[in-house]
Every structure is written in C-alpha cells, then in structure tokens.
C-alpha cells in the first residue's frame, strides 16, 4: 500500500528562505539602537516577517485563488524589504557583509515564490 506525502509549509523553498531571512534581520535589528529600532528596524522587521507569513497564510487558505493572492502579497512584501536594506546600509546600520546576505537571499524569493503560484495553479483543482 502505497501511502500519500502530503506538502508541508517547512518544503516549500520560498517560506524556508523568507522564514530564515526574517531571523537573520531580528537577530541584526534587535542590536541597533532605540531610535534606529524604532524608525527603521520596526519597518524592515515587519516587512521581513511579511514575506514567510503571507506564504504560510496562502499556504493554509483552500481555493487556488485565496492561495496566490497572499503568495503576491509575500512578493509586495519582499520588494518593500529590498527597500528597507537599502536604506539600512545607506543608513550605516548594517554592515556590507550583512547588506550583502539579505540583499541575495531577497534575489532568490521572486523565482521561488513564482514557481509556488504555478505549482499551485498547476496541481490544485479548486
């Protein structure tokens, strides 16, 4: 009897990245001082924490549609967290190595999250 591997949130490649990311940021952030937490950190947190969130909340939805609207949402997401490296460096609050592993983790989440739509639309009925 063959037996049935349903996916799990933890194999899909973009929440893996997105979820690591966002650990990697709080672990920098939570360091800076109070005014650079509270302007910018607080911002580039959220943002961060929006990217393996909405692919969790899409991951967990029903319909195919409800599914890939929250995996877009994760796309915004991750382009607003560009936004907020960028500034972080301008800003001195990171340093180049740090600027450098978040900017490369970002480069990878359009194509991951894009094949997560098409598996999606490819594989679910509803």
Do not use: C
Request: charged residues 30%; hydrophobic residues 35%; aromatic residues 14%.
């Amino acid at each position: 009897m063959e037996t049935k591997k349903y996916l799990k949130l933890s194999d899909i490649e973009s929440y893996r990245i997105a979820f690591h990311l966002s650990n990697y940021v709080w672990d920098i952030v939570i360091k800076w001082n109070s005014f650079s937490q509270r302007t910018v950190g607080e911002q580039f947190v959220k943002a961060i924490d929006s990217i393996s969130a909405n692919i969790a909340e899409g991951f967990g939805r029903y319909g195919k549609r409800d599914k890939i609207k929250f995996y877009r949402y994760s796309q915004g997401s991750m382009i607003e967290s560009l936004d907020w490296n960028q500034k972080s460096k301008v800003r001195k609050l990171l340093s180049k190595d740090e600027y450098g592993h978040i900017f490369e983790e970002l480069q990878k989440l359009p194509k991951a999250i894009n094949s997560l739509v098409l598996f999606t639309n490819q594989k679910l009925k509803v």
